[in-house]
């Protein structure tokens, strides 16, 4: 439903700058370009209004303040990693790489990994992620979490079918590795079936473990669900062992223009891995991220 929704979306908007820019060029040449501009790279200026908010909110934060030169870094990064993502691989390439559940024989025995996505995404996010597994010869399994404003409790059986998939694939528990909201999605369905035995690690990249701010504008379930310290955050560990995070990696940024303040992108007990100037989207994309992630599997230090 979403990819359906984002490609209706794509197209529209491109139809509309194409039509703006034909119509008026003849008479108007500058109003034809300011026009065509304004709907292609409008978004651009909704991230620099975003990481201006991040700016003020966390000076308040522990954690590093960030400087001016990586809030421009990161807002650069994210205008050119966000159509990617949400223009092509999301609409347009959903299963561009399909689930792997068939081990290589130099990956027998070996961990496969359970990509979860965040909110307003699907699958397509992680091809980048799923292209390199599938040259490894790695087994994975990427879910596409629906319906999109709905509990995040609600996305535990997809999860849960996805680790079963990937686990009898290959005789070993998986590694989650989770976007955003993915990434409580990951703590919900660990609560739902008491399952830290059947997960290798967990590694969470953008989790708003503590909520985030800009959720006060969110009013679907799991918006209301993810907004600063809300009860339903305050009951994911309750009963839980406490030990539990320590089975948590969680990559941050100080630049992160939709998990602020940075602290709340952190776990007490996880190991907390702080990304200097990445921004939201484009943090899952750093080869930082991703070469420290897949260490994981090896046992490997970042």
């Known amino acids: 439903m979403l990819a359906n929704l984002q490609r209706f ?7 509309l700058a194409l039509g703006w820019l034909f119509y008026w060029f003849d008479n108007s040449p500058l109003l034809a370009v300011a026009g065509f501009l304004v709907m292609v790279l409008g978004y651009a200026v909704f991230l620099a209004l975003e990481f201006l908010l991040l700016h003020f909110i966390n000076k308040s934060d522990p954690a590093p ?7 421009a870094s990161a807002w650069l990064g ?8 949400f223009c092509w691989r999301q609409p347009f390439r959903t299963f561009a790489v399909r689930d792997n559940l068939v081990a290589s024989s130099s990956m027998c025995g070996q961990p496969g990994v359970v990509f979860i ?4 995404c699907n699958r397509g996010l992680w091809t980048p992620w799923l292209e390199r597994l599938q040259a490894q010869g790695r087994v994975f399994a990427a879910v596409s979490l629906e319906p999109i404003f ?5 996305y535990a059986p997809q999860i849960d079918v996805a680790v079963r998939q990937v686990t ?7 590694m989650l590795v989770c976007h955003s909201m993915g990434g409580l999605a990951a703590r919900a369905w660990l609560k739902a079936h008491s399952s830290e035995a059947r997960v290798r690690h967990v590694v969470t990249i953008g989790t708003p ?19 600063l310290r809300s009860d339903w955050l305050g009951q994911l560990d309750h009963g839980m062992h406490p030990e539990r995070h320590t089975r948590f990696t969680c990559w941050y940024s100080n630049t992160d223009n939709i998990v602020f303040p940075t602290s709340t992108a ?13 921004a939201h989207v484009q943090m899952a994309f750093l080869p930082e991220v991703m070469a420290g992630t897949l260490a994981l599997l090896d046992g490997k230090e970042n």
Do not use: C, K, Y
């Open 150 to 154: 709905g509990s995040i409790d609600d």
């Open 9 to 15: 979306i794509t197209l529209s908007l491109a139809a």
């Open 168 to 174: 009898e694939a290959t005789g070993v528990p998986p």
């Open 266 to 278: 952190t776990l007490p007990g996880a190991d907390n891995r702080l990304v200097r100037g990445a």
């Open 209 to 227: 473990h503590s909520g985030t701010w800009l959720a006060r504008f969110g009013h679907g379930h799991n918006g209301l669900q993810m907004r």
């Open 78 to 85: 994210e205008t050119l990693t966000a159509p990617r993502v």
């Open 117 to 120: 996505h965040g909110f307003f």
């Open 65 to 71: 303040q960030a400087t001016w030169a990586e809030l």
